[in-house]
T-cell receptor, first 114, second 111 residues
C-alpha cells in the first residue's frame, strides 16, 4: 500500500506570492490533517479534514486555507506569503474508524519564502 | 490549555538506556504518542498509550504514563546509533485527529 504522498517536495516562492500544496492520503483513509514545522515554533496543527469537511482549525491567520476533495486528497493554500511562512509542511492521514486511529505522515513539503 | 514540554537534548552512550520525558497540561487527552523524526524525513510513529494505561512495552520501547502528574516518558533499551533522531511526544483528544506536539528532544547516541 502506498504511503502518504505530498507534492511538491520543495518549493521556493517570494514574499507576496501564493502557494498550493497537495497531499494524497493512503488509499481508504478519510481524514487528512496538516501541520507546520519550524525551528522556532515546532510542530503546529493547521487543519483537519474529514469527508470534505473541516473539522478543526489551528491558530493561524486567514491566509492559510485548505480543502479536501471527494477522493480524500487535500490541498492547502497560503496567500500573500511572508518570510515567516518558510517551513516544512506535513500532512497526515488516518482511516478514522471507531476507536484508535493511527496517523501516517507524509515526507513533507519544504517551503522557502524569499 | 494545550502545552506539551520536553527537554531539548539527550546524549547517551551506545548500549545504554535512554529516557525521554514529556509533560503536558491538558488532562482530557485520550491517547499519547511518541514520534521519531530523522533528518530530512517526516514523522514516524513509534508507539502510543491510551490515557487510562500506566505502562506499555513494545520490544525495546517502554512508555510510562503518570496521569496524576501529567508526565509521559519513553525508555529506549540498548540504544543504538540508529536511534539518533528527534523524538516528539504528542497528545490527542476525543473525536479528532488533531495532535498537540511537544517541543522535541534531540537524542544523540555516541559509540
Amino acid at each position: 500500500k502506498a504511503g502518504v504522498t505530498q507534492t511538491p517536495r520543495y518549493l521556493i516562492k517570494t514574499r507576496g506570492q501564493q502557494v498550493t500544496l497537495s497531499c494524497s492520503p493512503i488509499s481508504g483513509h478519510r481524514s487528512v490533517s496538516w501541520y507546520q514545522q519550524t525551528p522556532g515554533q515546532g510542530l503546529q496543527f493547521l487543519f483537519e479534514y474529514f469527508s470534505e469537511t473541516q473539522r478543526n482549525k489551528g491558530n493561524f491567520p486567514g491566509r492559510f486555507s485548505g480543502r479536501q476533495f471527494s477522493n480524500s486528497r487535500s490541498e492547502m493554500n497560503v496567500s500573500t506569503l511572508e518570510l515567516g511562512d518558510s517551513a516544512l509542511y506535513l500532512c497526515a492521514s488516518s482511516f478514522q474508524g471507531a476507536t484508535y486511529n493511527e496517523q501516517f505522515f507524509g515526507p513533507g513539503t519544504r517551503l522557502t519564502v524569499l | 490549555g494545550e502545552d506539551v514540554e520536553q527537554s531539548l537534548f539527550l546524549s547517551v552512550r551506545e548500549g545504554d538506556s535512554s529516557v525521554i520525558n514529556c509533560t503536558y497540561t491538558d488532562s482530557s487527552s485520550t491517547y499519547l504518542y511518541w514520534y521519531k523524526q530523522e533528518p530530512g524525513a517526516g514523522l514516524q510513529l513509534l508507539t502510543y498509550i491510551f490515557s487510562n494505561m500506566d505502562m506499555k512495552q513494545d520490544q525495546r520501547l517502554t512508555v510510562l504514563l503518570n496521569k496524576k502528574d501529567k508526565h509521559l516518558s519513553l525508555r529506549i533499551a540498548d540504544t543504538q546509533t540508529g536511534d539518533s533522531a528527534i523524538y516528539f511526544c504528542a497528545e490527542t483528544f476525543y473525536n479528532t485527529d488533531k495532535l498537540i506536539f511537544g517541543t522535541g528532544t534531540r537524542l544523540q547516541v555516541f559509540p
